[in-house]
């Protein structure tokens, strides 16, 4: 379906949908793919991470691409280790949250008490079983705690204190919330007391909600989301990621897909079951994406990012928002980009 | 946005067009209602559907409409929802809610709150009076005191009824992992409504599973799970087990097949139907379409639901003429 798999040499020029059209004939490329039949090369195992749609401060980009990078390589070891989607898609994010670059874990932008809420979603294709917390504190990857809440109760939403109180008894240890606190978030949390401030604009600067999907050898498809929600929310604020459809979905039969940006659009057009109907509908994972976005635009009036997979390995990287710290890992190359059009690729085990 | 928007368009039964006619729909969850409760729990739905009416009647919009509804139903101990609600596996109420306008997608929601007798309207007020779509717990309870909700002593929420029904099950420690269709599960109340100008809202109100662990979200204060309304397609609020809904986010399935075409019949059995087929979970829906087709299906026992389908055309105030009430064994 890429033309990748009938030229060689040329990487992930993707067929044109309506709006796709212009915009990924453009790719900028630093291509070290060999001329090798690599149509021969099996498209799986395959991972996606983003890291974020908005517009990322030019200082702060370096940090988002290495921190994506990174993270889709942990995904990917995961993977060739023969490990299962959902296990490759719970370790990146781990590495994201672990990062303070990103609004999630560590790094969490704070609620306007100037506490750290976090959400976290995983799901798995093969059963449609998924696990979900909302508002937890003091835990520093609640995108492990997601999963337990899949493996370890009948539920599939926890919610702030029952959500800790779940930690605890899972052995969870608690961190102090200093220890996902950065200088940068305390920063801009600050800033936008002010009563003129205007977080949802300034959030722009760095969304950074993060997510992966990964499909693994069998076919198995997962997805992953993290976020620390919206600069100076309410406390006890509930985004899309923790809600199933609207921050991810995994279907074995149709796809994964993990989202990004204006939290309160995403949900009104259950952005993640949105894309995934429409590749029920035949659409390819680009034109599925795009499709999704321009409807959340249209319809919602919010931008954002998706990262998507079918179970055949076909992925995208799609957003409506001016960027998205977006990295992938295919057939031992690396993909990552940051600007519309971008996809610089190589060789998977060259460090960046 | 071609797929977005011409949906809606299609629509059957061509002559419903021309009379744009208010319906709401009520449901007080689908269960296997034993007989005691069957009869209190069909008055009960008959009467929110009256009160969900009498607001259309009155020139109220959907919204107005499946809100009123929702609040009869959760200030009615006969369901699970505000007074009368189940409680969690520490002995307490907490309650979950959505309230969705499908005139602009927008909603408001509230999960896990406390001491709050009618968590719709609290759930309206997330969605009329903040920049948010969802509140959770302490927030939510926050949130309420700052806008001026009254908050109920614990107690108040509480039945008889279901304080011997805890006392009995809360042995099983292992309650909610058996199979949802067992005489002791309890459900969710919902309605939609589509207004004379053609307006569709849903709500859906929830004390959740008996026995459910602290802080347990179920489907119904998720978007697109417990409840969705778009004036494209309709308006969906679904009850049965939560976990399931949640897996085939049963309301926006529902709403996808009538976008391509399916009546709201058809379309809600078929999601019933993939919800029982792919994670074995029974469940419910209530829907409507912007032309005033409804619909009120289920694959469990038993389903308490009423309609009232006030046609345009037939605007005499018949108090118990319009009714349409059905109750179905499947």
């Given at each position: 379906m890429t033309l990748e798999q009938t030229e060689p040499g040329m990487q992930e020029i993707k067929p044109a949908s309506f709006m796709s059209l212009i915009a990924t004939l453009k790719p900028v490329s630093t291509s070290r793919l060999s001329t090798f039949p690599s149509q021969l090369i099996d498209m799986l195992p395959v991972v996606v991470v983003h890291g974020g749609a908005g517009h990322i401060p030019k200082e702060r980009s370096e940090l988002s691409t290495s921190g994506v990078t990174s993270a889709v390589r942990a995904g990917y070891a995961v993977l060739r280790g023969g490990g299962s989607s959902m296990d490759a898609v719970v370790e990146a994010v781990t590495y994201l949250e672990n990062n303070p670059a990103f609004n999630a874990g560590c790094g969490s932008v704070l609620n306007v008490k100037g506490d750290v809420e976090m959400d976290a979603f995983v799901m798995e294709g093969k059963t449609l079983g998924s696990g979900a917390v909302s508002a937890v504190r003091n835990i520093a990857n609640p995108i492990q705690l997601a999963r337990l809440v899949m493996d370890k109760t009948s539920h599939l939403c926890l919610t702030a204190e029952g959500a800790k109180q779940f930690a605890r008894s899972m052995g969870v240890p608690e961190v102090p919330q200093e220890s996902l606190i950065t200088e940068y978030s305390r920063m801009r949390w600050r800033k936008n007391l002010a009563p003129d401030a205007n977080p949802v604009e300034c959030q722009m600067g760095k969304m950074g909600t993060v997510g992966a999907v990964a499909v693994d050898s069998q076919g198995n498809v997962a997805c992953a989301t993290s976020t620390g929600g919206i600069l100076n929310k309410m406390e006890g604020r509930v985004g899309d990621t923790p809600c199933i459809g609207c921050g991810g979905y995994a279907d074995n039969m149709v796809g994964a897909v993990s989202t990004t940006g204006h939290g309160e659009a995403i949900m009104k057009?259950?952005?993640?079951?949105?894309?995934?109907?429409?590749?029920?509908?035949?659409?390819?994972?680009?034109?599925?994406?795009?499709?999704?976005?321009?409807?959340?635009?249209?319809?919602?009036?919010?931008?954002?990012?998706?990262?998507?997979?079918?179970?055949?390995?076909?992925?995208?990287?799609?957003?409506?928002?001016?960027?998205?710290?977006?990295?992938?890992?295919?057939?031992?190359?690396?993909?990552?980009?940051?600007?519309?059009?971008?996809?610089?690729?190589?060789?998977?085990?060259?460090?960046? | 946005m071609a797929e977005s928007s011409s949906p809606g368009m299609k629509r059957e039964d061509p002559d419903r067009n021309s009379k744009m006619s208010a319906v709401v729909v009520v449901h007080g969850g689908a269960w296997a209602i034993p007989d005691q409760l069957a009869e209190a729990s069909v008055d009960g739905v008959k009467a929110a559907a009256c009160e969900g009416s009498s607001v259309l009647k009155r020139g109220g919009s959907a919204l107005d409409a499946v809100e009123a509804a929702v609040r009869a139903l959760e200030d009615n101990p006969a369901f699970n929802a505000g007074h009368g609600a189940t409680l969690n596996a520490d002995g307490e109420v907490e309650l979950d809610a959505i309230i969705m306008d499908g005139r602009t997608l927008a909603s408001g929601a509230v999960s896990?709150?406390?001491?709050?007798?009618?968590?719709?309207?609290?759930?309206?007020?997330?969605?009329?009076?903040?920049?948010?779509?969802?509140?959770?717990s302490r927030g939510a309870n926050l949130f309420a005191e700052s806008i001026g909700v009254v908050t109920v002593p614990p107690d108040t929420l509480l039945t008889e009824y279901e304080k011997k029904e805890w006392e009995k099950h809360k042995t099983y420690v292992t309650g909610v992992d058996e199979d949802f269709n067992t005489q002791w599960a309890h459900d969710t109340v919902g309605a939609v409504a589509v207004d004379r100008a053609g307006n569709v809202a849903c709500a859906t109100s929830t004390g959740g599973i008996r026995n459910k662990m602290v802080g347990r979200v179920g489907d119904s204060p998720v978007i697109g799970a417990g409840g969705y309304a778009d004036n494209l397609s309709g308006a969906v609020s679904c009850t049965g087990h939560g976990e399931s809904i949640l897996k085939v986010t049963l309301a926006r399935l529902i709403l996808s097949h009538v976008e391509r075409g399916k009546s709201v019949a058809d379309s809600s059995q078929l999601s019933l139907q993939y919800m029982a087929d792919r994670v074995r979970g029974a469940g419910g829906s209530i829907v409507v379409s912007p032309s005033g087709q409804w619909a009120a299906t289920f694959t469990t026992d038993r389903m308490a639901w009423a309609a009232v389908d006030q046609d345009v055309l037939c605007s005499l105030p018949a108090p118990r003429g319009q009714w349409a009430i059905r109750r179905l064994l499947t």
């Open positions: 057009v259950v952005l993640a079951k949105h894309i995934l109907y429409q590749m029920e509908q035949g659409q390819s994972v680009e034109a599925a994406s795009d499709l999704g976005l321009a409807c959340m635009k249209f319809r919602a009036a919010g931008l954002g990012g998706v990262i998507t997979v079918d179970p055949q390995g076909h992925w995208a990287a799609r957003f409506s928002s001016r960027q998205m710290a977006w990295a992938a890992a295919q057939k031992d190359t690396l993909h990552y980009g940051l600007y519309e059009g971008e996809n610089f690729t190589q060789s998977i085990d060259v460090q960046h | 896990s709150v406390k001491n709050i007798a009618n968590p719709v309207s609290l759930a309206r007020a997330v969605m009329e009076k903040t920049a948010h779509v969802m509140l959770t």
